[in-house]
């Protein structure tokens, strides 16, 4: 079975449309991928290397069971997001050797357009002493990516509402209010983050996200004030 890298991959090399890859570079991202380690002196460890025609690269399995698959005893790694690895090895020069079938070989300006695009500081709204109101609609191009962003969540987000959260008498922030299965729970910072840098590609408008119970009082004002998004 591919993994959804791989299939975005294919897609945006086949079609070369800039949403495309964009939609491949957005995934990548968000995705945790684990980095195999090397150790060195004392305790220290560094990040496997791979020439790949001349170029080193580093690393990089899309998820744990790749990697497990991929060794004949335990080894060393660490786990970071795409977004994350890739601002750490664009200044050093160094590509990314994605370990998928077939292999994915992100180069170093891909990395760096990476880590600028999508290398958002999370912003988590809690929703205490706060007002909710139907906020102002944003370009349409703020809402494509948020559309986008919570389609590609599918089941993991049966409900999405964009509000205007607003505490005492200062202005109303745009928050995302993300209504996530219970499985879907366990990765709500990585959903998150995934969002906020899809919106951060294509707006510098302050945003936030929060991800309440379902049940909770928080997500039924958010069904009365906001406006859906991706339903």
Known sequence: MSHPLTDLH?????????????????????????????????DTASPALT???????????????SYASSLGTPGEYAEIS?????AMLAPQSTALSLCTDPE???????????ADTYGAEVTRATGAGVTL?????PDLAVMEQLGAAVAAM???????WLVGM????????????????????????????????????????PFAVTCPDRGAPLMAAARRSGIGVGS
């Open 10 to 42: 294919d897609k945006a090399l086949q079609a070369d449309q800039p949403e495309d890859w964009a939609r491949f570079y957005l995934t990548f991202a968000g995705t945790n991928l684990v980095v195999p380690l090397l150790k060195q002196d004392g």
């Open 51 to 65: 020439d790949r025609d001349g170029v080193s690269c580093v690393l990089g399995y899309p998820d744990i069971d």
């Open 82 to 86: 795409g977004a994350d690895l890739a």
């Open 166 to 205: 607003r505490e005492g008498d200062k202005d109303a922030e745009l928050v995302l209010v993300l209504g996530l299965s219970d499985e879907a729970g366990r990765i709500e910072a990585e959903l998150a983050e995934t969002v906020t840098r899809a919106v951060q590609a294509v707006t510098d408008q």
């Open 133 to 137: 109101e139907t906020p102002e609609l």
């Open 104 to 114: 994915i070989i992100l180069l170093p300006d891909q990395l760096l357009w990476i």
């Open 154 to 160: 599918g089941a993991d987000c049966p409900e999405a």
